[in-house]
């Protein structure tokens, strides 16, 4: 039995899977959805009436205490490997998050999760942070991420909701709206500029686009348009693994490439942030279909 000290309402269960991963299972008339604890890691949402918004590898073991491979997963407080002596991506992903919340509103259901000042303590001992993530979950999907500086001095901050799509076919897949937006592409080293009014994906891609808050449209045959929103954000992680890393990546089909795109609301590259001693930062990604 899974212990908690939020008194959750009649839709929402905290269950285990069968190698002992802890989820908060959503079970609405608006939605369906999944949480782990571990990560606070969002593995589904799927609305009333469509399909799942979310792609999750069916390669994943889902073990306890370990990074989940789709989804939405939590980089921070930094990206990739900008603290190049650190885990990569940051403490989030693999550490307890606790429950705060679990509300039922008209059009959605909201939970809200946050890391013990503890546990921040300990990974992090010479910073001082309060952060929350907050999921609101209904016909479409909101992701807001809070993160406050409590210390006395300025601490940076990189990070990432690194949303992982469904596609039907990674090569009927099209994003919209970046044309003439700079991007650093992590395979080169290159700076460059997007000169596609509709990008298409062939092979690898691992691209920051940098210097655009606006919104991007995801489209691909047989599938509804989905637009990705951002707040807080004036970068977006584009990735996709392609065939060669593919079939090397862990917890990753070796055709997975061909069902996913990762489009990230993030603060990254040159939009990475200083939050000064009492600053708070929300970094939100909206997904709509």
Request: with cysteine; aromatic share 6%.
């Amino acid at each position: 039995m899974i212990v908690t000290t939020v008194s959750l309402p009649d839709f929402a269960v905290l269950e285990c899977n069968s190698r002992g991963r802890e989820y908060l299972c959503i079970r609405h008339p608006l939605v369906n959805a999944r949480i782990s604890l571990t990560g606070a890691h969002l593995v589904s949402c799927r609305p009333a009436g469509q399909a799942d918004l979310l792609w999750f590898s069916e390669a994943d073991d889902e073990l306890p205490d370990t990074a989940l491979r789709g989804g939405i997963p939590i980089c921070w407080p930094w990206f990739g490997n900008d603290r190049p002596d650190a885990l990569a991506h940051g403490i989030a992903r693999t550490a307890r998050w606790e429950l705060l919340s679990v509300e039922s509103f008209p059009d959605h259901v909201r939970v809200i999760m946050g890391l013990s000042e503890e546990l921040i303590a300990t990974a992090l001992p010479d910073e001082s942070w309060v952060v929350q993530v907050a999921f609101e979950l209904g016909q479409m999907l909101k992701v807001s991420l809070k993160s406050r500086n409590v210390g006395t001095a300025v601490q940076p901050l990189s990070q990432a909701l690194h949303t992982y799509l469904p596609v039907r076919d990674i090569d009927q897949v099209e994003l919209v709206g970046l044309s003439g937006v700079k991007f650093f592409d992590k395979l080169t080293n290159e700076e460059r500029q997007e000169s596609n009014e509709r990008l298409s994906i062939r092979g690898e891609l691992d691209r920051i686009y940098h210097g655009y808050n606006g919104p991007v449209t995801l489209t691909c045959a047989g599938m509804p348009d989905r637009t990705i929103d951002r707040e807080g954000s004036s970068s977006l992680v584009v990735w996709n693994p392609g065939p060669k890393k593919s079939s090397v990546l862990s917890q990753f089909p070796a055709d997975g490439y061909r069902r996913m795109i990762c489009v990230e609301a993030a603060n990254a590259g040159p939009d990475r942030r200083l939050l000064a001693p009492g600053e708070t930062h929300i970094l939100t990604t909206t997904i709509m279909a």
